[in-house]
């Protein structure tokens, strides 16, 4: 089980912000991978990929997005939200099968 | 640039079948692990199946089990999911998605998804 917190978060722009996904288990391989992703979906988009493996921003992806953490506690933080931000996060793990978080909603204040 | 194109949703009764298409361009398609996600009206993200690029290996949640079977046709570059005994609770927008890292397993990080197609069943 995925559990995301907060559940939605409203945030002035230009301030930072911080989602915490915890999973009911250990998201460590014994390759020393950890399968835990963060993604975005936009107001009537499809989802796209933000980090993967807790901390790999993936290509295009502003660096004002950083994820990090270990085991079962993980962070995504965006150090400058800003208006293009807006939207539903998910944290997903993939170790065991696939599962995603319930999702965080970001809006502007 | 990677490209995925979900086709075969539609209106379907409970009990009813439908077969999805996705039509994969942009990348060497089976050197990729597959996989559909499902997101119901108004709800979170939901992973349906899995197949792995040689397609000898394939995963699904419990949920649909015995009625889904996901399969690849690697010479039209096309991910399918066949859905049988369809469920009112299936409803859903279904997302065709590409791993990040292409391997012989699944690894199960998304980068790539589609638009998605619309399933929804009911009498």
């Known amino acids: 089980v995925m559990t995301q917190t907060p559940f939605s978060l409203s945030v002035t722009p230009g301030q930072p912000a911080s989602i915490s996904c915890k999973s009911s288990q250990s998201l460590l391989q014994s390759d020393g991978k950890t399968f835990l992703h963060w993604y975005l979906q936009k107001p009537g988009q499809s989802p796209q990929l933000l980090i993967y493996e807790v901390s790999n921003r993936f290509s295009g992806v502003p660096d004002r997005f950083s994820g990090s953490g270990s085991g079962t506690d993980f962070t995504l933080q965006i150090s400058r939200v800003e208006a293009e931000d807006v939207g539903v996060y998910y944290c997903g793990q993939s170790i065991n099968l696939l599962t995603f978080g319930g999702g965080t909603k970001v809006e502007i204040k | 640039e990677v490209e995925l194109l979900e086709s075969g949703g539609g209106l379907v009764q409970p009990g009813g079948s439908l077969r999805l298409s996705c039509a994969a361009s942009g990348f060497t398609f089976n050197n990729c692990a597959m996989t559909w996600v499902r997101q119901a009206p108004g709800k979170g993200l939901e992973w349906v199946s899995a197949?792995?690029?040689?397609?000898?290996?394939?995963y699904y949640t419990d949920s649909v089990k015995g009625r889904f079977t996901i399969s690849r046709d690697t010479s039209k570059n096309t991910l399918f999911l066949q859905m049988n005994s369809l469920r009112v609770d299936d409803t859903a927008v279904y997302f065709c998605?590409?791993?990040?890292?292409?391997?012989?397993?699944?690894?199960?990080?998304?980068?790539?998804w589609g638009q998605g197609t619309l399933v929804t069943v009911s009498s």
């Open positions: 998605a590409k791993d990040v890292l292409c391997s012989s397993s699944w690894h199960g990080g998304i980068d790539s």
């Open positions: 197949i792995v690029g040689s397609g000898t290996r394939t």
